[in-house]
């Protein structure tokens, strides 16, 4: 079973985000995948009015608490509306709003102190990538996001190289495997009651299937395609 993880960021209006959501409301039960939406923030009582089986991730959450912080998104309210998952650390998010590792840490852990999934995004930049210290970044990333010492209940990992978001660019095929698989064999280092390996950057319908069945990829987190239809029925 593969994670199919939809990241419509900030793209789509109130009559798309629907549209989309049913299809995927339509799509038949499928043990090869499990398809999840991330509709912008806004948007989320209502898919969950209109279709309560699309399962649907925030694009992030914050930690500044209930009370008077306006502007917050408290991890209560995605209890509250039954939301079960959460992206953290997306590399939008880290330059629009000074996200970094450590927040992310501390965000990761809010979350499953509140039983909310963490699909937690790490990767590389370009010139990281061309001067081959790729497997060094992400395992300094992982130390500073991740704690030897803590048992975590299930968290989803995506590794999207900056360089290869919104650019049309991505590794190559086996290159995405053996990252992904080193991304596996560290957190070994690490205790989690379930982990999942996703890749994200640029997937579209192209490429969608070779990355899918590499071995050590356990999944999608995709952006701008799969905002068209397209691209969701892929998954009948
Ligand atoms: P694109 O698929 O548009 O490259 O975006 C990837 C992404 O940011 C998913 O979180």
Not at 60 to 69: Q, V, W
Request: with cysteine; charged share 20%; glycine share 4%.
């Amino acid at each position: 079973m593969k994670y199919i993880i939809f990241n419509w960021k900030s793209y789509l209006n109130l009559k798309e985000t629907l549209s989309l959501s049913k299809i995927i409301s339509n799509l038949p039960k499928s043990k090869k995948y499990k398809i999840l939406s991330s509709p912008n923030n806004f948007f989320h009582l209502t898919i969950r009015k209109l279709f309560p089986k699309n399962i649907t991730a925030t694009q992030n959450i914050d930690l500044h608490g209930l009370g008077a912080n306006t502007g917050s998104l408290d991890v209560s309210y995605l209890t509250e509306s039954k939301i079960k998952y959460s992206i953290l650390g997306h590399s939008e998010v880290r330059a629009n709003f000074n996200d970094n590792d450590l927040i992310v840490k501390d965000k990761l852990k809010h979350c499953l102190s509140n039983n909310i999934v963490p699909i937690v995004c790490i990767g590389e930049t370009k010139d990281i990538y061309k001067s081959k210290k790729t497997r060094e970044f992400l395992k300094l990333q992982i130390h500073k996001i991740f704690s030897m010492s803590t048992q975590y209940q299930e968290v989803i990992l995506a590794y999207e190289p900056l360089w290869s978001i919104g650019t049309g660019l991505t590794p190559k095929i086996d290159e995405i495997d053996e990252i992904c698989s080193y991304l596996s064999m560290i957190l070994k280092n690490y205790s989690f009651k379930k982990i999942n390996i996703l890749y994200g950057g640029s997937v579209n319908l192209t490429n969608i299937s070779d990355i899918l069945n590499l071995r050590n990829v356990n999944g999608v987190l995709v952006g701008s395609a799969s905002t068209k239809s397209e691209f969701i029925k892929y998954f009948k």
